[in-house]
Every structure is written in C-alpha cells, then in structure tokens.
C-alpha cells in the first residue's frame, strides 16, 4: 500500500537541458508535498515544498508543479547540471506540522556533460 | 560540525544478536526520527520522538526499541536481529514552527546487514 509512487526508477539527461521527475500519490488527505535530493552515503536533503492550496512553486532552477485532480507532482530542473545527478525523493503529508512524512521511492537522476 | 550524526555507518552482524544504533543532532530540534529505507528504497517512518516524548510508532516489531535520554539524542536498539532487518536506517530532527512545516534535517544512515 504505498501511497506515494515515483515510477521512473531512473533518468538520464544532458547538462543544460530540462529534467522532469514525476510523483503520483493515492490518498487524496495529502496536503504538503516536498522533494528530496540524496547524494551517495549522505542523508536526504530538503530541496523544495509545494503546499495543496499552490499549482507552482519556483525557486531558482528548481520547479515543482502540482496537479490535484491527477494526484500527481512534477519536479522540474533547468538548466540541468552536473551536480543535480543524485536521487530524487518525493514526499507528501496530511497536514502542515505533521510529522510524518510519506516518502516515494526515489528517481536516480544522471546529468551527462 | 555535522548536523545529525549517526553511528555506526555500516553495520554487520549475525542473526540473533542484539545491536544499537546512536544518533545525535545539534540543531537544536524539539523533533526526532527514525527511518528505515527498505529493499524496494521507500523510506518509511518508524519512529518519532518530541522532547524525549514518544509520538510516532509506526507497525514496527517490538524486537524495535528507541531511546531519548533528551531531546538531542536518539538510538535505536534492536534486539534478535533477523535476515529481513537489513536495511539503511536514517535518523532525522525538525523544528515545531508552531504549525508552519518544518524541514526534515537527516543523518547519513547506517547501513545494517544481517547474516
């Protein structure tokens, strides 16, 4: 029952050009969603939040998109560089505050020069 | 100055024995977690601690047991450790912002193998 999915176990891009990583969720109760980037041995970092009431949220190269009548979000990177290859975690929560985080499975991202 | 640390980063051990892992933040964090990522690597919530108070306990075993002897630390004991407890575990800390959500801050793992 995982109801948080990210379908694309892997991506490979070319630097300079525009990663797209998906995330489909199930339960309709969600209302925070957020992306995490992990580099090998290292823990996951926080990258960028949307909450339920945006469609957008931008912050420099990094763009999330929120669809709720398709349960699904995109994170969005242009131009894509060498350092965004890493692995990409999407999470979403019932509320604000809430403490407990449902997290995907994780996108492998390969940026190729 | 890491912010979360975890220790050990690899673990390896027989069936049957008895291990523990230890976690430290100095965020200064009322919040703290454990994770585990599993083979399929969906990172799922076992544990959650507020100010040495326990406030998330997910279906984990009782074999499972988390410590917070205060805020800023918390380990993870695991008695009659099995094949299917193999996995990463990841410790994490937040700040209560009084409602406003707070971020996620985590270790960098520990790698448990069970033989």
């Known amino acids: 029952d995982q109801q948080v999915k990210q379908n694309s176990p892997s991506l490979s891009v070319q630097e300079g050009r525009i990663s797209i990583l998906n995330c489909d969720y199930t339960n309709s109760m969600f209302d925070y969603f957020l992306w995490y980037k992990k580099y090998p041995a290292e823990g996951p970092t926080f990258l960028i939040s949307i909450s339920s009431i945006k469609d957008k949220n931008e912050d420099g190269r990094f763009t999330v998109f929120l669809n709720k009548s398709a349960k699904h979000l995109s994170l969005h990177i242009v131009p894509s560089q060498p350092g965004d290859s890493a692995v990409y975690f999407c999470a979403a929560s019932k509320r604000r505050g809430a403490q407990k985080l449902v997290f995907g499975q994780g996108t492998r991202l390969t940026i190729n020069p | 100055d890491t912010a979360v640390s975890q220790t050990p980063k690899y673990l390896v051990t027989q069936m049957g024995n008895d291990k523990s892992i230890k976690c430290e933040q100095n965020?200064?964090?009322?919040?703290m977690y454990w994770y585990k990522q599993d083979s399929k690597k969906f990172l799922k919530i076992m544990f959650s601690?507020?100010?040495?108070?326990?406030?998330i306990n997910e279906t984990v075993p009782n074999r499972f047991s988390p410590k917070s002897p205060d805020k800023a630390h918390l380990n993870l004991h695991i008695n009659s450790l099995e094949l299917g407890d193999s996995a990463v575990y990841f410790c994490?800390?937040?700040?209560?912002?009084?409602?406003?959500?707070?971020?996620?801050?985590f270790g960098s793992g520990t790698q448990l193998s069970v033989l």
């Open positions: 994490a800390s937040s700040q209560d912002q009084g409602g406003a959500w707070e971020k996620l801050f």
């Open positions: 601690y507020n100010n040495k108070e326990l406030i």
């Open positions: 965020l200064g964090h009322d919040t």
